[in-house]
């Protein structure tokens, strides 16, 4: 959703939603290690704040003035523990038990910072 304040401030409130999951599992390499892969099935919710500020003197063409966007968002990442992972065959480990030993959930919190300064070099 976005508001604009005047002809030349804005401001957005958006929500953001990313999820990752495993195509495919090397279960041979975690049976022999008995550790999780690098990657794992998350998902990520973040809601976020946009602040722009466009003083130029041509909004599509510019040739003089500045550009300014500053960005907010926090949320929360989830580790979604696979479905492969903990199906695989219980001799003698429990390899849902491997999810025991990482935090599943964590806040996340993001900013970005955008800066544009036009000049002429000509007439």
Known sequence: MQYSLNAKQLVKVFFKQFSS??????????????????????????????LHYRGTDDRYNPRAGIDFSSSF?????????NLTIIAMGKDRFDYSTLYDTIKLTSSQLKGSVKGDLFTKLGR
């Open 21 to 50: 999951s495993l195509l495919d599992v090397d279960t041979n390499a975690i049976k022999i290690s008995k550790r999780l892969p690098t990657y794992l099935d998350i998902r990520t919710s973040n809601i976020g704040i946009e």
């Open 73 to 81: 968002e926090g949320g929360m990442r989830k580790i979604q523990p």
